[in-house]
Protein backbone atom coordinates (compact mmCIF):
# COMPACT_ATOMS: atom_id res chain seq x y z
CA UNK A 1 0.00 0.00 0.00
CA UNK A 2 1.07 3.60 -1.03
CA UNK A 3 -0.05 6.44 0.47
CA UNK A 4 0.27 9.23 -2.58
CA UNK A 5 0.57 8.72 -6.12
CA UNK A 6 4.20 10.07 -5.83
CA UNK A 7 4.63 6.26 -4.16
CA UNK A 8 3.98 5.12 -7.84
CA UNK A 9 6.85 6.93 -9.01
CA UNK A 10 8.87 5.01 -6.68
CA UNK A 11 7.25 2.27 -7.48
CA UNK A 12 7.10 1.57 -11.11
CA UNK A 13 11.05 2.17 -11.99
CA UNK A 14 11.59 -1.25 -9.70
CA UNK A 15 9.73 -3.36 -12.35
CA UNK A 16 10.73 -3.45 -15.71
CA UNK A 17 8.56 -3.93 -18.88
CA UNK A 18 7.67 -0.74 -21.16
CA UNK A 19 4.14 -0.79 -21.90
CA UNK A 20 0.88 0.06 -19.39
CA UNK A 21 -2.08 0.34 -19.87
CA UNK A 22 -4.98 2.71 -17.22
CA UNK A 23 -8.06 1.38 -17.20
CA UNK A 24 -9.95 4.68 -15.89
CA UNK A 25 -13.65 4.64 -14.69
CA UNK A 26 -15.67 6.95 -17.57
CA UNK A 27 -16.44 8.92 -14.77
CA UNK A 28 -13.27 10.23 -13.28
CA UNK A 29 -11.27 9.59 -16.99
CA UNK A 30 -10.55 13.24 -17.23
CA UNK A 31 -10.20 14.38 -13.86
CA UNK A 32 -7.05 15.09 -11.59
CA UNK A 33 -6.14 11.82 -10.35
CA UNK A 34 -6.44 9.66 -13.50
CA UNK A 35 -4.04 13.08 -15.10
CA UNK A 36 -1.45 12.70 -12.24
CA UNK A 37 -1.34 8.60 -12.72
CA UNK A 38 -0.84 9.33 -16.78
CA UNK A 39 2.28 12.01 -15.75
CA UNK A 40 3.81 9.50 -12.79
CA UNK A 41 3.90 6.62 -15.73
CA UNK A 42 5.43 8.66 -18.64
CA UNK A 43 8.04 10.34 -16.11
CA UNK A 44 8.99 6.60 -15.67
CA UNK A 45 9.38 5.94 -19.15
CA UNK A 46 5.95 4.19 -19.46
CA UNK A 47 4.13 4.23 -22.73
CA UNK A 48 0.52 4.20 -22.01
CA UNK A 49 -2.69 2.69 -23.37
CA UNK A 50 -5.75 4.56 -21.69
CA UNK A 51 -8.95 2.80 -21.63
CA UNK A 52 -11.96 4.01 -20.58
CA UNK A 53 -14.64 1.47 -19.23
CA UNK A 54 -18.36 2.15 -18.28
CA UNK A 55 -21.36 0.22 -16.98
CA UNK A 56 -21.19 -3.51 -14.86
CA UNK A 57 -18.94 -5.73 -15.79
CA UNK A 58 -20.16 -9.28 -16.35
CA UNK A 59 -17.83 -12.03 -17.60
CA UNK A 60 -18.07 -11.40 -21.28
CA UNK A 61 -17.22 -7.88 -20.66
CA UNK A 62 -14.38 -8.77 -18.56
CA UNK A 63 -13.41 -11.38 -20.75
CA UNK A 64 -12.96 -9.22 -23.81
CA UNK A 65 -11.20 -6.56 -21.62
CA UNK A 66 -8.77 -9.23 -20.30
CA UNK A 67 -8.06 -9.94 -24.70
CA UNK A 68 -7.00 -6.54 -24.62
CA UNK A 69 -3.81 -7.16 -22.07
CA UNK A 70 -2.11 -9.16 -23.45
CA UNK A 71 0.04 -6.99 -24.73
CA UNK A 72 0.52 -5.24 -21.86
CA UNK A 73 3.48 -5.29 -18.48
CA UNK A 74 1.56 -3.74 -16.16
CA UNK A 75 -2.09 -2.44 -15.41
CA UNK A 76 -3.26 0.17 -13.39
CA UNK A 77 -7.03 0.91 -12.46
CA UNK A 78 -8.40 4.01 -11.08
CA UNK A 79 -11.84 3.70 -10.64
CA UNK A 80 -14.49 2.84 -8.07
CA UNK A 81 -15.21 -1.16 -6.43
CA UNK A 82 -16.69 -2.27 -9.36
CA UNK A 83 -14.05 -0.56 -11.94
CA UNK A 84 -11.37 -2.04 -9.42
CA UNK A 85 -12.93 -5.60 -9.30
CA UNK A 86 -13.30 -5.73 -13.53
CA UNK A 87 -9.59 -5.17 -13.47
CA UNK A 88 -8.55 -7.58 -11.08
CA UNK A 89 -10.83 -10.48 -12.89
CA UNK A 90 -9.53 -9.38 -16.12
CA UNK A 91 -5.69 -9.38 -15.42
CA UNK A 92 -6.32 -13.12 -14.00
CA UNK A 93 -8.27 -13.68 -16.71
CA UNK A 94 -5.34 -12.81 -19.12
CA UNK A 95 -2.97 -14.81 -17.76
CA UNK A 96 -5.03 -18.32 -16.77
CA UNK A 97 -7.92 -18.42 -19.36
CA UNK A 98 -9.04 -21.58 -17.38
CA UNK A 99 -10.40 -19.10 -14.88
CA UNK A 100 -13.38 -18.20 -16.96
CA UNK A 101 -14.42 -21.64 -17.26
CA UNK A 102 -14.63 -21.92 -13.98
CA UNK A 103 -16.56 -19.28 -13.72
CA UNK A 104 -18.84 -20.05 -16.81
CA UNK A 105 -20.08 -23.47 -14.84
CA UNK A 106 -23.60 -22.49 -12.97
CA UNK A 107 -23.70 -23.02 -9.51
CA UNK A 108 -25.87 -23.02 -7.20
CA UNK A 109 -23.83 -21.33 -4.39
CA UNK A 110 -23.31 -17.73 -4.50
CA UNK A 111 -19.71 -18.75 -3.10
CA UNK A 112 -17.23 -19.35 -5.89
CA UNK A 113 -13.40 -20.34 -5.27
CA UNK A 114 -10.85 -20.13 -7.41
CA UNK A 115 -7.69 -22.39 -7.81
CA UNK A 116 -4.71 -21.14 -5.60
CA UNK A 117 -2.43 -21.94 -8.62
CA UNK A 118 -4.36 -19.32 -10.76
CA UNK A 119 -2.11 -15.89 -10.30
CA UNK A 120 -1.52 -13.63 -12.20
CA UNK A 121 1.46 -12.47 -14.68
CA UNK A 122 0.68 -9.33 -14.79
CA UNK A 123 1.30 -7.01 -12.16
CA UNK A 124 -1.47 -4.96 -11.11
CA UNK A 125 -1.83 -1.13 -9.67
CA UNK A 126 -5.13 -0.20 -7.92
CA UNK A 127 -5.98 3.65 -7.00
CA UNK A 128 -9.53 3.57 -5.55
CA UNK A 129 -11.83 6.67 -6.09
CA UNK A 130 -14.55 5.83 -3.46
CA UNK A 131 -13.97 4.22 0.19
CA UNK A 132 -15.64 1.26 1.53
CA UNK A 133 -15.25 -1.79 -0.44
CA UNK A 134 -11.48 -2.09 -0.18
CA UNK A 135 -11.51 -3.61 -3.08
CA UNK A 136 -8.07 -2.07 -3.95
CA UNK A 137 -6.71 -4.33 -1.39
CA UNK A 138 -9.01 -7.81 -1.35
CA UNK A 139 -8.26 -11.05 -2.95
CA UNK A 140 -12.25 -10.92 -3.93
CA UNK A 141 -14.63 -9.66 -6.66
CA UNK A 142 -18.25 -9.20 -7.00
CA UNK A 143 -19.39 -10.53 -10.43
CA UNK A 144 -22.93 -10.21 -12.16
CA UNK A 145 -24.10 -13.48 -13.74
CA UNK A 146 -27.43 -14.84 -14.68
CA UNK A 147 -28.23 -16.57 -11.16
CA UNK A 148 -27.69 -13.25 -9.60
CA UNK A 149 -24.39 -11.52 -8.05
CA UNK A 150 -21.98 -13.95 -6.72
CA UNK A 151 -18.28 -13.50 -5.09
CA UNK A 152 -15.55 -14.67 -6.63
CA UNK A 153 -12.18 -15.14 -3.99
CA UNK A 154 -9.00 -15.70 -4.92
CA UNK A 155 -5.70 -15.23 -4.04
CA UNK A 156 -4.75 -14.07 -7.79
CA UNK A 157 -7.21 -11.88 -7.12
CA UNK A 158 -5.09 -9.36 -4.97
CA UNK A 159 -3.46 -6.44 -6.81
CA UNK A 160 0.11 -6.22 -5.82
CA UNK A 161 0.13 -2.21 -4.75
CA UNK A 162 -2.83 -0.13 -3.85
CA UNK A 163 -2.61 3.49 -4.19
CA UNK A 164 -4.41 5.77 -1.79
CA UNK A 165 -3.98 9.15 -2.22
CA UNK A 166 -7.14 12.12 -1.43
CA UNK A 167 -7.17 13.42 -4.56
CA UNK A 168 -9.25 10.79 -5.84
CA UNK A 169 -11.78 11.16 -3.48
CA UNK A 170 -11.64 14.83 -3.53
CA UNK A 171 -14.86 14.96 -5.16
CA UNK A 172 -16.42 11.80 -3.30
CA UNK A 173 -20.19 13.19 -1.85
CA UNK A 174 -19.88 13.39 1.78
CA UNK A 175 -22.74 11.13 2.67
CA UNK A 176 -20.83 8.72 0.34
CA UNK A 177 -17.77 9.16 2.73
CA UNK A 178 -20.32 8.30 5.22
CA UNK A 179 -21.61 4.98 3.91
CA UNK A 180 -18.29 4.08 3.31
CA UNK A 181 -17.74 4.15 7.14
CA UNK A 182 -20.92 1.88 7.91
CA UNK A 183 -19.65 -0.20 5.34
CA UNK A 184 -16.47 -1.27 6.66
CA UNK A 185 -17.74 -1.18 9.72
CA UNK A 186 -20.72 -4.00 8.68
CA UNK A 187 -18.04 -6.01 6.98
CA UNK A 188 -15.53 -5.81 9.98
CA UNK A 189 -18.34 -6.29 12.83
CA UNK A 190 -19.89 -8.99 11.13
CA UNK A 191 -16.84 -10.95 10.76
CA UNK A 192 -15.78 -10.34 14.38
CA UNK A 193 -19.28 -11.20 16.09
CA UNK A 194 -20.15 -13.83 13.29
CA UNK A 195 -16.98 -15.76 15.29
CA UNK A 196 -17.14 -17.37 18.29
CA UNK A 197 -13.47 -17.66 18.92
CA UNK A 198 -11.81 -15.83 21.35
CA UNK A 199 -8.72 -15.20 19.02
CA UNK A 200 -6.53 -11.85 21.44
CA UNK A 201 -4.33 -10.61 19.24
CA UNK A 202 -6.63 -10.18 16.16
CA UNK A 203 -9.41 -9.50 18.20
CA UNK A 204 -7.65 -6.32 19.31
CA UNK A 205 -6.67 -5.28 15.95
CA UNK A 206 -10.53 -5.34 14.73
CA UNK A 207 -11.54 -3.40 17.92
CA UNK A 208 -8.82 -0.87 17.18
CA UNK A 209 -10.18 -0.31 13.75
CA UNK A 210 -13.53 0.16 14.74
CA UNK A 211 -13.11 2.61 17.39
CA UNK A 212 -10.88 4.40 15.13
CA UNK A 213 -13.34 4.31 12.17
CA UNK A 214 -16.13 6.11 15.00
CA UNK A 215 -13.48 8.38 16.01
CA UNK A 216 -13.40 9.81 11.63
CA UNK A 217 -17.13 9.43 11.46
CA UNK A 218 -17.86 11.66 14.33
CA UNK A 219 -15.18 14.04 12.75
CA UNK A 220 -17.28 13.29 9.46
CA UNK A 221 -20.62 14.21 11.47
CA UNK A 222 -19.12 17.50 12.89
CA UNK A 223 -18.22 18.28 8.97
CA UNK A 224 -21.88 17.79 7.33
CA UNK A 225 -23.41 19.91 10.58
CA UNK A 226 -21.47 23.06 9.35
CA UNK A 227 -21.92 22.29 5.63
CA UNK A 228 -18.20 21.96 5.16
CA UNK A 229 -16.25 19.87 2.48
CA UNK A 230 -14.43 17.00 4.30
CA UNK A 231 -10.59 17.73 4.17
CA UNK A 232 -8.14 15.64 2.73
CA UNK A 233 -6.45 14.29 5.80
CA UNK A 234 -9.77 13.36 6.86
CA UNK A 235 -10.50 11.82 3.64
CA UNK A 236 -6.98 9.34 3.59
CA UNK A 237 -7.79 8.60 6.54
CA UNK A 238 -11.06 6.75 6.11
CA UNK A 239 -9.40 5.48 2.75
CA UNK A 240 -7.21 3.77 4.75
CA UNK A 241 -9.06 1.90 7.04
CA UNK A 242 -11.04 1.12 3.76
CA UNK A 243 -8.05 -0.69 2.52
CA UNK A 244 -6.92 -1.96 5.91
CA UNK A 245 -10.49 -4.18 6.75
CA UNK A 246 -8.72 -6.51 4.28
CA UNK A 247 -6.12 -7.30 6.50
CA UNK A 248 -5.01 -11.10 7.31
CA UNK A 249 -4.30 -10.01 10.67
CA UNK A 250 -7.63 -8.43 11.15
CA UNK A 251 -9.34 -12.07 10.33
CA UNK A 252 -6.60 -14.69 10.62
CA UNK A 253 -8.19 -18.33 11.62
CA UNK A 254 -11.44 -17.02 11.59
CA UNK A 255 -14.47 -18.99 10.32
CA UNK A 256 -14.39 -16.81 6.49
CA UNK A 257 -17.89 -17.80 6.76
CA UNK A 258 -19.24 -15.41 9.78
CA UNK A 259 -20.66 -12.64 8.24
CA UNK A 260 -23.89 -13.44 7.79
CA UNK A 261 -25.16 -10.28 7.29
CA UNK A 262 -23.37 -9.63 4.25
CA UNK A 263 -25.07 -13.07 1.80
CA UNK A 264 -28.70 -11.24 2.64
CA UNK A 265 -27.89 -7.79 2.26
CA UNK A 266 -26.20 -9.02 -1.19
CA UNK A 267 -29.80 -10.63 -2.38
CA UNK A 268 -31.56 -7.94 -0.68
CA UNK A 269 -29.18 -4.92 -2.31
CA UNK A 270 -29.94 -7.00 -5.47
CA UNK A 271 -33.16 -8.29 -5.33
CA UNK A 272 -35.01 -4.84 -4.80
CA UNK A 273 -32.71 -2.61 -6.30
CA UNK A 274 -31.06 -0.75 -3.67
CA UNK A 275 -27.80 0.92 -2.71
CA UNK A 276 -25.91 -1.53 -0.94
CA UNK A 277 -25.55 0.14 2.11
CA UNK A 278 -29.31 1.25 2.48
CA UNK A 279 -29.81 -2.62 2.48
CA UNK A 280 -26.86 -3.21 5.28
CA UNK A 281 -28.19 -0.30 7.03
CA UNK A 282 -32.03 -1.96 7.33
CA UNK A 283 -30.72 -5.42 7.91
CA UNK A 284 -28.24 -4.61 10.66
CA UNK A 285 -31.16 -3.94 13.70
CA UNK A 286 -32.41 -6.78 13.52
CA UNK A 287 -29.77 -8.76 12.79
CA UNK A 288 -27.57 -7.50 15.84
CA UNK A 289 -31.47 -7.64 18.19
CA UNK A 290 -31.08 -11.68 17.25
CA UNK A 291 -27.27 -12.28 17.98
CA UNK A 292 -28.19 -10.07 21.12
CA UNK A 293 -30.82 -12.44 22.54
CA UNK A 294 -28.35 -15.67 22.24
CA UNK A 295 -29.03 -16.89 18.92
CA UNK A 296 -25.73 -18.53 18.11
CA UNK A 297 -26.31 -19.17 14.81
CA UNK A 298 -26.22 -15.49 13.61
CA UNK A 299 -22.87 -14.84 16.26
CA UNK A 300 -21.76 -14.22 19.67
CA UNK A 301 -24.25 -11.74 21.83
CA UNK A 302 -21.03 -11.38 24.08
CA UNK A 303 -18.34 -9.97 21.42
CA UNK A 304 -21.34 -8.28 20.03
CA UNK A 305 -21.54 -6.41 23.55
CA UNK A 306 -17.87 -5.99 23.52
CA UNK A 307 -17.64 -4.50 19.99
CA UNK A 308 -20.31 -2.09 20.85
CA UNK A 309 -19.10 -0.83 24.11
CA UNK A 310 -16.04 0.03 21.74
CA UNK A 311 -18.48 2.19 19.37
CA UNK A 312 -20.11 3.84 22.23
CA UNK A 313 -16.80 4.98 24.19
CA UNK A 314 -15.67 6.04 20.74
CA UNK A 315 -18.21 8.55 20.09
CA UNK A 316 -18.73 12.09 21.67
CA UNK A 317 -22.40 11.92 21.96
CA UNK A 318 -24.60 9.15 24.12
CA UNK A 319 -26.14 5.86 22.55
CA UNK A 320 -28.33 3.24 23.55
CA UNK A 321 -26.92 0.29 26.03
CA UNK A 322 -28.29 -1.95 23.53
CA UNK A 323 -26.70 -2.90 20.21
CA UNK A 324 -29.50 -3.28 18.50
CA UNK A 325 -31.42 0.04 19.46
CA UNK A 326 -27.79 1.59 19.25
CA UNK A 327 -26.53 0.69 15.92
CA UNK A 328 -30.05 2.43 14.62
CA UNK A 329 -29.20 5.71 16.64
CA UNK A 330 -26.13 5.58 15.33
CA UNK A 331 -27.11 5.46 11.27
CA UNK A 332 -29.85 7.71 12.13
CA UNK A 333 -27.69 10.31 13.20
CA UNK A 334 -24.88 9.69 10.31
CA UNK A 335 -27.78 10.19 8.32
CA UNK A 336 -27.48 6.68 6.22
CA UNK A 337 -31.21 5.82 4.64
CA UNK A 338 -32.18 2.64 5.74
CA UNK A 339 -36.26 2.17 5.02
CA UNK A 340 -37.16 -0.13 2.67
CA UNK A 341 -41.14 -0.93 1.15
CA UNK A 342 -41.37 -4.39 -0.07
CA UNK A 343 -44.31 -6.46 -0.61
CA UNK A 344 -44.60 -10.19 1.66
CA UNK A 345 -44.41 -11.75 -1.75
CA UNK A 346 -41.21 -10.28 -2.87
CA UNK A 347 -39.57 -10.78 0.57
CA UNK A 348 -40.45 -14.16 0.64
CA UNK A 349 -39.09 -14.44 -2.83
CA UNK A 350 -35.67 -13.05 -2.17
CA UNK A 351 -35.29 -15.07 1.34
CA UNK A 352 -35.98 -18.21 -1.07
CA UNK A 353 -33.26 -16.45 -3.50
CA UNK A 354 -30.78 -15.76 -0.26
CA UNK A 355 -31.00 -19.69 1.22
CA UNK A 356 -30.86 -21.03 -2.54
CA UNK A 357 -27.57 -19.21 -2.92
CA UNK A 358 -25.66 -19.32 0.27
CA UNK A 359 -27.86 -21.53 2.36
CA UNK A 360 -29.60 -25.18 2.19
CA UNK A 361 -26.58 -27.26 3.20
CA UNK A 362 -23.96 -24.94 2.33
CA UNK A 363 -21.41 -23.36 4.60
CA UNK A 364 -21.91 -19.78 4.11
CA UNK A 365 -25.05 -19.45 5.91
CA UNK A 366 -24.41 -23.16 7.98
CA UNK A 367 -27.59 -23.85 10.19
CA UNK A 368 -29.65 -20.75 9.37
CA UNK A 369 -33.02 -21.80 7.58
CA UNK A 370 -35.28 -20.07 5.06
CA UNK A 371 -37.77 -18.82 7.78
CA UNK A 372 -34.41 -17.13 9.85
CA UNK A 373 -33.55 -15.44 6.57
CA UNK A 374 -37.40 -14.62 6.19
CA UNK A 375 -37.67 -13.33 10.04
CA UNK A 376 -34.94 -11.21 9.51
CA UNK A 377 -35.84 -9.23 6.28
CA UNK A 378 -39.41 -8.76 7.21
CA UNK A 379 -38.16 -7.12 10.34
CA UNK A 380 -35.64 -5.12 8.03
CA UNK A 381 -38.49 -3.92 5.78
CA UNK A 382 -41.45 -2.13 5.98
CA UNK A 383 -44.88 -3.76 4.20
CA UNK A 384 -46.94 -0.95 2.73
CA UNK A 385 -50.44 -1.84 2.87
CA UNK A 386 -51.86 -1.24 -0.73
CA UNK A 387 -55.43 0.97 -0.74
CA UNK A 388 -58.42 -0.97 -2.60
CA UNK A 389 -58.26 -0.94 -6.03
CA UNK A 390 -54.61 0.97 -6.39
CA UNK A 391 -51.68 -0.90 -8.10
CA UNK A 392 -49.56 -3.62 -6.11
CA UNK A 393 -47.01 -1.93 -4.35
CA UNK A 394 -43.61 -2.68 -5.61
CA UNK A 395 -40.32 -2.40 -3.99
CA UNK A 396 -38.52 1.34 -2.93
CA UNK A 397 -36.04 2.42 -0.85
CA UNK A 398 -37.48 4.50 1.67
CA UNK A 399 -35.48 7.56 2.07
CA UNK A 400 -36.41 9.17 5.78
CA UNK A 401 -33.49 11.31 5.84
CA UNK A 402 -32.32 13.66 3.93
CA UNK A 403 -29.08 13.17 1.67
CA UNK A 404 -25.91 15.78 1.47
CA UNK A 405 -24.77 17.05 -1.49
CA UNK A 406 -21.32 17.09 -2.69
CA UNK A 407 -20.57 19.82 -0.67
CA UNK A 408 -21.89 18.83 2.57
CA UNK A 409 -25.25 20.48 2.99
CA UNK A 410 -28.17 19.13 3.15
CA UNK A 411 -30.44 19.24 0.13
CA UNK A 412 -34.42 19.51 1.12
CA UNK A 413 -36.34 15.62 -0.16
CA UNK A 414 -38.41 17.31 -2.06
CA UNK A 415 -36.09 19.09 -4.30
CA UNK A 416 -33.88 15.64 -4.40
CA UNK A 417 -36.94 13.90 -6.21
CA UNK A 418 -37.34 16.89 -8.50
CA UNK A 419 -33.72 16.55 -9.82
CA UNK A 420 -35.13 12.64 -10.93
CA UNK A 421 -33.60 9.53 -10.14
CA UNK A 422 -31.08 9.89 -12.99
CA UNK A 423 -29.32 12.56 -11.34
CA UNK A 424 -29.72 11.20 -7.61
CA UNK A 425 -27.68 8.06 -9.93
CA UNK A 426 -25.38 10.70 -11.29
CA UNK A 427 -24.62 12.39 -7.76
CA UNK A 428 -23.69 8.95 -6.49
CA UNK A 429 -21.22 7.98 -8.30
CA UNK A 430 -19.20 10.73 -8.67
CA UNK A 431 -16.07 9.50 -7.66
CA UNK A 432 -15.37 6.25 -9.17
CA UNK A 433 -16.34 3.67 -9.75
CA UNK A 434 -16.81 -0.15 -10.09
CA UNK A 435 -17.80 -0.67 -12.80
CA UNK A 436 -20.93 -0.16 -13.06
CA UNK A 437 -20.08 1.55 -10.78
CA UNK A 438 -17.45 2.89 -8.90
CA UNK A 439 -15.56 2.98 -6.63
CA UNK A 440 -17.89 2.93 -4.56
CA UNK A 441 -19.54 4.62 -6.55
CA UNK A 442 -22.75 3.82 -5.81
CA UNK A 443 -22.69 2.94 -3.53
CA UNK A 444 -21.26 5.32 -4.82
CA UNK A 445 -19.11 5.40 -7.12
CA UNK A 446 -16.83 7.02 -9.34
CA UNK A 447 -16.92 10.47 -8.93
CA UNK A 448 -15.73 13.02 -11.30
CA UNK A 449 -16.10 16.74 -11.80
CA UNK A 450 -19.09 18.71 -12.62
CA UNK A 451 -22.11 15.90 -13.64
CA UNK A 452 -21.38 12.80 -12.97
CA UNK A 453 -22.44 9.17 -13.82
CA UNK A 454 -23.65 6.65 -11.43
CA UNK A 455 -20.70 4.07 -11.34
CA UNK A 456 -21.50 1.20 -9.00
CA UNK A 457 -24.29 -1.12 -9.69
CA UNK A 458 -27.36 -0.65 -7.44
CA UNK A 459 -26.56 -3.24 -4.67
CA UNK A 460 -22.93 -4.43 -5.36
CA UNK A 461 -21.60 -5.36 -2.08
CA UNK A 462 -18.04 -6.23 -2.46
Same mark, same amino acid.
Given at each position: ?????????????????????? %?????????????????????????????? %???????? #??????????????????????????? =?????????????????????????????????????????????????????? /??????? =????????????? !??????????????? *????? *????????????????????????? %????????????????????????????????? #??? $???????????????? /? #???????????????? =??????????????? @?? +??????????????????? !???? +???????? &?????????????????????????? @????????? $?????????????????????? @?????????????????????????????????????????????????????????? &??????????????????????? /?
Amino acid at each position: MAYGIGGLSQWLPAHGGRSLTL %LADAAVADTEVVARVQECAVWAGRSVERVV %LTGPGSLE #KVAELAGRLHGSELVVAVGGGTLLDQA =KLAVLLASDPAVRDRLSVRHRSGLILLSAESVPRIPLVTVPTTVGTGSECSGAI /CLGTDQG =KRLVLGNGLQPAV !AVLDPVATRTLPVEL *LTEGI *LEVLFRTAGMYVGDHQELPTEDAFV %LTLVERLVQLATELEDVRAGCATPGDRLRLEIA #KLS $GLSHSQWLNLDRDPCA /C #KGWYLANELSTGLGLR =KMTAAAALLPPLWER @IA +KADPRWGSAERLHRLWQVV !ASAR +KAPLPTGP &ADGIAALMDAWQVERGIDATPERIEE @IAQATTRAW $GDGLPTLGALTLSDVRQVMSAA @IHTPAAAPGSPRPGATAGHRLPLASADGCTRNRNEERRLGHADRQDRGAGTGSSGDGV &ARADDGGARGAGRTVRLERPGEL /C
